[in-house]
């Protein structure tokens, strides 16, 4: 019956899209491999977002940047609502998270994605909104 449980456990854990490291304050996306920084909110224009991810030493890591509109749009569970992102992750706000994706038609702007009802706009990179880091896992 234990090896049973065991092995129960561990098939949860392989299937697990989102896997998250308490030690490291970090979450792995097992379908993409992208490690997601998880032990804050915080928020910043955009420039400051896009400095603040490069400078940021979290998990052991120092490779980290603002996510592209691909990147933070995949994390967002529009089948969910008013939380629309997975359990994995502790600290998360359901207002809106800067990408590092400009707008293409207004060079003042920049995307951001919200986790309210996973959806995405334009908005003015001098705007506050939260940030997100990411990393490419090994």
């Known amino acids: 019956m ?28 097992t379908q993409t491999n992208l490690i997601w920084q998880d032990n804050e909110t915080i928020s910043k224009n955009w420039s400051d977002a896009i400095s603040y991810c490069e400078d940021l030493n979290l998990g052991g890591y120092d490779d980290w940047h603002l996510p592209n509109f691909n990147e933070l749009y995949y994390l967002a569970n529009r089948d969910k609502y008013n939380l629309a992102i997975n359990s994995g992750f502790k600290n998360i706000s359901t207002s809106f998270y800067w990408t590092s994706t400009t707008s293409a038609n207004n060079s003042s702007n920049a995307w951001v994605v919200g986790f309210g009802y996973g959806d995405g706009y334009g908005s003015n990179r001098d705007d506050s909104y939260l940030v997100r880091c990411v990393r490419a896992g090994e």
């Open 2 to 29: 234990r090896s049973i449980l065991i092995l129960f456990v561990a098939v949860g854990v392989l299937n697990a899209k989102f896997i998250r490291d308490d030690n490291k304050e970090v979450v792995l996306d």
